[in-house]
């Protein structure tokens, strides 16, 4: 079996056309092998409600297209037919992980979002979601369904408005580290979230990166 890291439908280098099928699954799919891969990413909309600096979606804004939940299903069929999850290897029930991400992709409404979930589980497909938060009752609403919400803070403060939230086991408080976080910045997170059970960090700056690594007990939170 070929691996693959990632499969994307409708990657960030590619605008949203809900006439083609922009699916990316690397060369040779039409083959009939059957691919391994870690996991797979919906990009729903280009449309965003904000401007982080480190958005990697080079069509942010630019397009607003939405894709429409009959390609979602169509990728979603493909998904069973052409690839099989890595986690099978160690477990023979292992699912696919879906990967819900924009743009934003809560602006396109919780009642889109849980469709594509509810779908996906049908499929017996493990099904994440990365968002910036805004939207928070749209958040609220989907996370009994998805099995996993990401939420990017972008300070180690924001992180605290959601340590009251009922599904706490299924977030995901993600900082990213830019060239403006200090490592009191780094700290204070590590010491603000220690009470949610998943949190992470990315640091886009090297030098930042030589410095976290040198302190043991923060290291481990690096996630990059």
């Not at 904000?50 to 607003?64: A, F, H, L, S």
């Not at 499929?123 to 099995?147: A, H, M, Q, Y």
């Not at 700290?187 to 030589?210: G, S």
């Amino acid at each position: 079996m070929k691996i693959l890291n990632i499969i994307s439908f409708s990657n960030k280098n590619t605008p949203i056309d809900n006439k083609k099928q922009n699916v990316n699954f690397g060369s040779n799919i039409y083959t009939g092998e059957k691919f391994l891969i870690d996991h797979a990413d919906i990009l729903v909309t280009h449309s965003c409600n904000k401007g982080c600096p480190t958005c990697i979606d080079k069509w942010v804004n630019k397009y607003r297209q939405i894709v429409s939940f009959d390609i979602v299903k169509k990728y979603f069929n493909m998904l069973e037919q052409k690839t099989t999850s890595v986690r099978s290897i160690v477990n023979k029930n292992g699912q696919t992980l879906i990967n819900i991400l924009g743009g934003e992709p809560t602006v396109v409404g919780e009642e889109f979002l849980n469709k594509i979930a509810e779908n996906a589980h049908l499929r017996n497909f493990l099904v994440w979601i990365s968002t910036n938060g805004i939207k928070r009752k749209t958040v609220e609403s989907i996370l009994p369904n998805f099995d996993l919400v990401r939420l990017t803070v972008d300070t180690p403060e924001e992180a605290l408005k959601w340590a009251d939230s009922k599904f706490i086991d299924k977030l995901d408080i993600k900082f990213p580290c830019t060239e403006k976080t200090t490592l009191g910045d780094f700290e204070r997170f590590a010491e603000l979230t220690k009470d949610f059970p998943n949190r992470m960090m990315i640091v886009y700056n090297d030098k930042f990166r030589k410095e976290v690594t040198l302190q043991p007990d923060l290291a481990e939170l690096l996630n990059s």
